[in-house]
């Protein structure tokens, strides 16, 4: 079982790897950094089509290896 969970934790973060890569940035530099954050935060930009589905993507990832460490920490652990 140990051996299971351990399988499924690299290929999340393999995953997670490869969704992080595959987006493109949000901003260019230190101008899109103060500019490109106040527009984000407030709305004006809203991610469609491909840049939706890498976002959603990711989080699933991130949640999976997020569980799946805590899981095979405690059954290690024991």
């Known amino acids: ?6 399988i499924l934790l690299i290929i999340s973060s393999l995953g997670l790897i ?6 493109k940035g949000k901003s ?4 899109g950094a103060i500019s490109g954050g106040a527009e ?3 709305g004006k930009q809203k991610a469609r ?3 939706l589905l890498l ?6 990832f991130a949640v ?3 569980i799946l460490s805590l899981v095979v920490a405690y059954v290690v652990g024991n």
């Open 55 to 60: 976002s959603r993507v990711t989080i699933g």
């Open 1 to 6: 079982m140990e051996t299971l969970f351990k």
């Open 64 to 66: 999976s290896f997020f």
């Open 49 to 51: 089509g491909l840049d």
């Open 40 to 42: 984000h935060l407030f």
């Open 28 to 31: 260019a530099g230190l101008s």
């Open 18 to 23: 490869a969704v992080v890569l595959l987006q």
